[in-house]
């Protein structure tokens, strides 16, 4: 039986995207800029992942503590919240609709390891999540993951494969829990008038 060798481990199908210059230079300068906590401004945290290459929706709210692999495989539409912490391990695309939440310290992960392969192969596929859905803190997505529209994956789930729209998943593995009702905007209102 063949054992594992990470020496001979190599990459060279693997492209990460940009040129070697923006690679440095985001990690080096932009990355850090964008986790910062002294800079309060998702204006600023959307102005700096599109000046490397990421697509960002209008009114995307971006907390200190995000952190992007590769900006120019990020794409996220309009109203997108992104928590403290939330990680974007892109070494691929991943692909966000509108009104997405990644919440507090989430892991999207889109890279893994052929475990067959003596020399430990990268595999690495993308992410994507639909519009209205909502990924709980500490939630961990694993590459290929499809998220469906207005889906949840709770606090802490480890999730995989595909989360039908408007089912919430929890636990690990991420299993059905529920079907997601949104209350009617009406009922909304009425509630929020009814608490003034």
Known sequence: MERVDLSRFKNPEYDPGGS???????????????????????????????????????????????????????????????????????????????????????YLCTGNHDWSDPAFRLVVQPIQIHSGAWVGARASLAPGTVVGEGAVVGFGAVASGNIPAYEIHGGNPAKFI???????????DKVASLSR
């Open 178 to 188: 529920r079907r997601r009702e949104i209350r009617s905007t009406s009922v909304t």
């Open 20 to 106: 070697s210059l923006t690679r440095v230079v985001w990690f080096l300068a932009g990355l850090p800029l964008l986790r910062s906590s002294v800079i309060p401004s998702s204006a600023f945290r959307r102005w700096l992942l599109r000046l490397f290459g990421a697509e960002i929706g209008n009114g995307a709210v971006i907390k200190p503590g995000f952190r992007v692999k590769y900006p120019w495989f990020l794409k996220a539409g309009d109203h997108c919240w992104f928590g403290e912490d939330a990680w974007i391990d892109n070494l691929t695309t991943i692909t966000i609709g509108d009104n997405v939440c990644i919440s507090q310290g989430a």
